[in-house]
Structure formats: C-alpha cells, structure tokens
C-alpha cells in the first residue's frame, strides 16, 4: 500500500487550509459545514507530517532562520492585535467620513428626521435565496444601507435575515412573495424590493404614517395635467408626490359639486383664463377650513382675471400683471425671460436651500398693500436678483423708470391662516407666478422639484418632508455660464486641437529637410 510523504502531508495541509479560507470568503451560499471540514483536515494533515517528521521539526524549530521566523510572527501578532484593537473601538463608536462633495454616502435629512421620530420598534427583515442569481450582491446592499439605518435610529429599527427556501412557513406567514426584499413591520407591513435609501425611507414613511395624504389638481381651465408624460406635463411631479406617500387625483370643481372631503393638498396649476365665481368661493371655503391650496399662476397675457384677483384678495395676496425680466439670468440660462432665484425666506418650505431655482416666464407676486389688517401673515419665499424687474408693457422689453418695478422681486409666497379652534389647524395657501419650473421639462432641474415637493408637504401639514437634501439622489452635472461654454469651445474644442497640429506639421516640415 502507498505511503503519503511527511512533505506530502504538509502540501495537503495547505491545499485544504486555503480551501476552507475560499469556502469562508464566499460567505452564505456555501453550507458552513463544508469549510470546518476543510480547516480540520488541513489541521490533521498538519500535525501529521510534523509527527512523521519529528527529527528535522525539531532541528528547524531550534535553527536561526526559525528564530528570526519567529520574531517576525511575535511582531505580526503584535500588529494584528492592534489592529483588532482598533477594529473592537471602531465597531463600538462608529463614525464614518463622506468625503464626496455632494454627500452621497450619508443619509438625508429626510430619512434621520423620520429615524428620529419613529413612534414605536421597526422590525426589517432581509429575504435572499442564495440560488438566485444576483441575490447575494442585493442582500449585501440592502444590509449595508440598513445598517446605517440602525445606527441613525439609535436602535429603534433592528434587522434580520431569513431565507425563503428553508423557512417557507415565515415567509408565508409575512406573505412574502419575492426574494431579495425587506419586510418594515410595525403593526403594518410593506414590501421594498430595491436597495436604495428613497425606497427604504418611503417604506418606513408608509407604515408609519397613520395614513397617506390625498392631492387633487384641479381640472376644466386647461392646465397642467399630472397623467400627462410630455414636456409641459405634470407627470414627473405627480410621481414625485406617489413616492412621497401622497396619492395623488384629479378634480372637476364645478361637476364635481365642490372640493372632495378628503383633499389634503388642492393644486391648481396653469390656469388658462379665468376662475368661476361658484370655484373661488369653493377654494376659498377649502382653505378657510383648513385644507391647503397650491396656486401655480402664469403671466396672464391680455387676458383679464378678477375671480383669481378677488381669491388672492381674500387672503392679502396679488398676483402682479407682469413678466418679470432678469438679465442675470442670460448668462445662467441664456434667456433673460427665465428668472433665477438667488435669494430664499427663512420659511420651512425652503429651509436649507443652497440651489438655484428658476421660474420660465413669471409674474411676480407678494402681499397686498393694503393687507397688513388680513389676520395671515404673507412670508415671500423666493427672490430674483437686484437686477431684475418686472416689465408691465409687454411690448418693449426695457426698463421704464416709474412704471416698470425694480428688483429683488417675490415669485413665490406663503401665509398660514390662524387655526379656527382648539386642535385644529390653520388652512395654507402658496401662491407661485409660474407653473412652468414644475413642469417635466424643468422639474429634475436644479432646486425645481425640491420647492415644489416642499410646498405640497408643508402644505399637507407633513413637517417631517420638509427641507429635504434630494441633490445627491440624482446624476451630477456642472452648470456652466455662456461665457464659459464659449471660453471651452473656442480653447478646448478649437484652440488645442489647432496647436497640436500647428506643432506637428511644423515637426514634420523641419523632418523633411534634414
């Protein structure tokens, strides 16, 4: 019968030691027994070969090579503990370092406030399969992003992980009906199937919340519809307020017999021409009772509006019958007819705005001169620049000293009426003088989306929504001037190119005469 070497032995021992280290580095999808196995043999084999050949063992553990072996194994010890030290402090004090411009790695303001206010335990339950193709890699997203979660919530939301395939009976009882999904329970439960911070947040906001709000856009003006997926739809902003929680409808004042008992937030957006009386008395009653109203209200054009000057009237509020002109904006945007916002009121909707926002062909708007005695406060929220100005002619684009109004001027504003009684709240109004920066063709844009998600929250009296860092969510773009468009252009694209091949073909003509 074959005998196996002393040195064979030591060559198994490594073959089945860096196995057992393969099969432990692949993680779950390897049965745990396998790589305990691997270790064992690899240990036996070990001790075998050293027993088969005690002579020359003894002889390397006392020569000078195995001295300094072992010097060198005492200091990597030594480092090795010192970094397990480290290692045992950091797992105990966690912090972490984002150092990208835009915070990408860390939670927003959003999700901590929600974190922060949990009412009561969250239970998240990871389900992966290891079969599945790809689950290995969404599991070990969805526990690292939870992860995060846990240490913000200061340990109100804990994690778990099963696995379908060998406990069917809790996956039936969470009615779990896909792999690679997180289950948040809290008396009610929601799916999430994908691993990014808005999902899981939206999750949380689902099961917490005592139950989703209702947006209604009003219809029958030719406004803005939100079903519409074109350039001048609405459709990215009704899919925005879905994956804040809101379900979002539409409504017919007149042949629906007035605003629908349970609208939290009325948008009217766009409105062509002019409200009807029976409307602005509705609209007003709504917010009289406490609903929350959003007016996106366009330059009128030649067009008269009295409804919606006697409704902005009632609550101290104008609406200017002008186009505001902004020459800054030329060289941001390239039309001086798109006014930026460079400046924003200390107000909840727009708390922690550090972005640009821009308002395609506006009208100004602002507090009445005469409403100091109305029992709402209007606060102006958005400001363009001192050079700007609000052209009344329309004809002529210019400034006319005396009839045209100077800058900084007001293109959005917002009041909260005084609650009617004990418990209940006061109805909110914003009014903007552009529905445009909503629009699908603007809305991704800048902070466009964010000041009018954050007047829907705030206007639907969710708090927790407001001031929310949606910047890092998206693709990261660099806004250049014209100038600096054309500076690239004529340097970059034109200039560089000419001298590389002014070099070369003076290189190639001194070639030639040698």
């Not at 445009?436 to 705030?458: K, Y």
Request: aromatic share 8%; proline share 6%; with cysteine.
């Amino acid at each position: 019968m074959p005998r196996i070497q002393p040195g064979h032995s030591f060559t198994i021992a490594a073959v089945f030691g860096l196995a057992a280290l393969g099969f432990y580095l692949i993680g779950p999808a390897v049965n745990p027994w396998v790589p305990l196995t691997a270790l064992v043999v690899a240990a036996v084999s070990f001790v075998g070969g050293v027993m088969a050949n005690r002579k020359q063992a003894a002889l390397m553990v006392t020569s000078r090579p195995v001295r300094y072996g072992a010097y060198t194994a005492v200091l990597i010890l030594v480092v090795a503990a010192i970094l397990l030290l480290i290692n045992l402090v950091a797992r105990n004090h966690h912090y972490r370092w984002d150092l990208t411009e835009a915070g990408r790695f860390t939670l927003t303001q959003q999700t901590t406030a929600i974190l922060d206010g949990l009412p009561a335990p969250v239970e998240a339950v990871v389900c992966f399969s290891p079969s599945s193709p790809g689950s290995a890699e969404m599991r070990q997203r969805f526990i690292d992003l939870l992860t995060e979660y846990e240490y913000a919530s200061g340990g109100q939301l804990r994690q778990r992980e099963i696995d379908p395939a060998r406990n069917p009976a809790e996956a039936r009882e969470l009615e779990i009906t896909t792999e690679t999904t997180v289950l948040l329970c809290q008396g009610r439960s929601t799916t999430v199937d994908q691993a990014s911070e808005e999902a899981l947040t939206n999750g949380l906001l689902k099961i917490t919340r005592p139950a989703a709000g209702r947006v209604f856009f009003v219809t029958g003006h030719g406004g803005r519809d939100p079903d519409d997926g074109g350039q001048d739809g609405f459709g990215l902003a009704a899919a925005a307020l879905a994956r804040e929680n809101l379900e979002v409808s539409t409504v017919s004042l007149i042949r629906d017999g007035g605003v629908p008992a349970e609208c939290d937030v009325l948008i009217l957006a766009g409105l062509q021409g002019d409200l009807l009386s029976g409307e602005t008395k509705m609209i007003r009653e709504f917010v009289e009772g406490g609903g929350g109203c959003l007016l996106l209200v366009d330059p009128p054009g030649e067009d008269l509006q009295p409804q919606l000057d006697a409704l902005l009237a009632a609550f101290g509020l104008r609406a200017g019958r002008n186009l505001v002109v902004d020459p800054l904006s030329q060289s941001l945007v390239g039309d001086i007819l798109v006014p930026v916002a460079v400046g924003y009121a200390d107000h909840p909707i727009t708390e922690g705005f550090t972005v640009i926002s821009y308002f395609p062909l506006s009208r100004t708007v602002g507090a009445l001169d005469s409403g100091a005695g109305h029992p709402a406060e209007v606060v102006e929220l958005v400001y363009t620049a001192p050079e700007s100005f609000a052209e009344t002619g329309l004809e002529v684009v210019e400034f006319d000293e005396g009839v045209d109004v100077a800058g900084p001027l007001a293109v959005a504003a917002a009041l909260e009426l005084p609650a009617a009684g004990e418990g209940q709240r006061g109805g909110r109004l914003v009014l903007v003088g552009d529905s445009d920066f909503a629009a699908n063709a603007h809305f991704p844009q800048q902070g466009n989306g964010n000041l009018f998600l954050n007047s829907v929250n705030w206007l639907s009296g969710d708090e927790s929504l407001i001031s929310i860092d949606r910047a890092h969510s998206g693709p990261e773009t660099v806004d250049l001037t014209w100038a600096e468009s054309r500076f690239i252009l004529v340097v970059v694209v034109i200039g560089y190119p000419l001298v590389l091949l002014g070099l070369g073909l003076n290189y190639w003509r001194r070639r030639r005469k040698l």
